[in-house]
């Protein structure tokens, strides 16, 4: 039973259907929009129509973008033919703000996850397969989470890779800058030294 | 630097001006919302938008309310004469909660606090005087916060009820169901024994 209006206990319950929100964060946050001016609380509503309605996928490697291509393929100075494959959007943010990578991205949306009911054809994999089939790519460099799921799929995609002959590689496996051996696990271990390198 | 397109960022921008949440959770509840349909990202816009403009105080006792006068005040069934004096309207919704009381509400939005520069006059203290001074209250029920700044309140109200000759009470402060003597603090026990009643 509701003890507020109902536009409120509507709002309330908006709040608390996003992830992490529960009911009393839910009634703050909705308390605090009511506490707003009209022009902020608009702005706000606005905010939230517009991005779902302007914000789609780059036509090209499926990042997000308001725009037919998104701005990195758009831009003239990043190599086009090295893609860098990625599970998510949020993982591109991540690869830019590191500043180092020139070449272009490849968002899945996804990762390959049985138990999740998520199979090869319901992830970006074949807009991949049609853009490395038109030429042009010359390395794919697989980027997914080190995890079982993300190797799983990055395995996946290097198998159906192999017949366009193209270098397929792999991020580094290895201690995180500024951690300390003592506290590294077995699995990091072991790949740090595999991939040992000469100084 | 941003490394979304703009309409993204700036709900992300609109979610971490929200009390409590961090850019982190702003991008997560930001991705949310474009994951969600067209219509569910515009049904909670339009909660947003809808909240604020509908939702406004109660013409007699100042709670929140979509109508004229809130469900409380328009209510036959609920004694008149007895009011519930509140900071908040959530304080309301606490009592309606407890099912017990069936008076109907005064609520202040706020309580006065010197050191956040909040005198007497920037909450609705003057409301309470009016609807006292009407006539058809015998009882005012002081329910401010059992702190400071709510025992200030509660006081100066009382002061400013005196030449009206109405009765002012004060909810009872004691030990908390299912609290244990043990953890109670001194202020708290003290009250208690103050209070005690004939069983």
Known sequence: MS????????????FASLPGIGTKS???????????????ALDFAEAVAQAKKSVHCCRICQNLT???????????S?????VCVVADPKDVAAMERAGEYNGVYH???????????VGPDDIRIRELMDR??????????????????GETTAKYISRLLRPFGVRVTRLAYGIPV???LEFADDATLMRALQGRQEI
Chains 1, 2 share one sequence.
């Open 3 to 14: 003890f507020f209006p109902a536009p409120l206990e509507n709002l309330v319950e908006k």
């Open 26 to 40: 839910a009634q703050r946050l909705a308390f605090h929009i009511l506490s707003l001016t009209d022009e902020e």
């Open 66 to 76: 308001d725009k037919d291509v998104c701005s990195v393929c758009a831009s003239p």
């Open 78 to 82: 990043r190599e086009k033919g090295t």
């Open 107 to 117: 968002v899945l949306h996804g990762v390959i996850s049985p138990l999740s009911h």
């Open 132 to 149: 490395v089939a038109a030429g042009g790519v010359e390395e794919v460099i697989m980027a997914t989470n080190p995890d079982t799921e």
């Open 178 to 180: 500024g951690a300390s």
